[in-house]
Nanobody, 133 residues
Framework: QVRLLESGGGSVQSGGSLRLACAAS????????IGWFRQAAGKEREGVAAIDYEGVASYADSVKGRFTVSQDSGKNTLYLQMNNLKPEDAAMYYC???????????????????????????WGQGTQVTVSS
């Protein structure tokens, strides 16, 4: 099973940027299918970004054009660059991942929303993002 540890959360003003990192361990090969999720107080968890089996990125409509998901296989680290943050982006952010395999979600066969809703086996502990107006 993949072990994940997030970092990079914090408090920023509206319009600011943060880069979340997720250090992955557990496999010699550093390639994963990944997802970033967030959960605000009193709300359901939502998928905000993902990279599928073929390396295609997907984003929730609310973050398109502002968030970028990536992974550095050499460093076994997953990233979520968040720009132009808004107060509604404030939440606990979680990374999730599975070892890259054909079982990973694939935009070739699934809709963007289905990819974002994929249930990964491994999850990080979360990192808090606060955005003040």
């Amino acid at each position: 099973q993949v072990r994940l540890l997030e970092s990079g959360g914090g408090s920023v003003q509206s319009g600011g940027s943060l880069r979340l990192a997720c250090a992955a361990s557990g496999y010699v090969s550093g390639s994963y299918c990944i997802g970033w999720f967030r959960q605000a107080a009193g709300k359901e968890r939502e998928g905000v970004a993902a990279i599928d089996y073929e390396g295609v990125a997907s984003y929730a409509d609310s973050v398109k054009g502002r968030f970028t998901v990536s992974q550095d296989s050499g460093k076994n680290t997953l990233y979520l660059q968040m720009n132009n943050l808004k107060p509604e982006d404030a939440a606990m952010y979680y990374c999730a991942a599975d070892r890259l395999s054909p079982a990973c979600p694939n935009r070739r066969y699934l809709s963007e929303s289905e990819v974002l809703a994929y249930e990964y086996d491994s999850w990080g502990q979360g990192t808090q993002v606060t955005v003040s107006s």
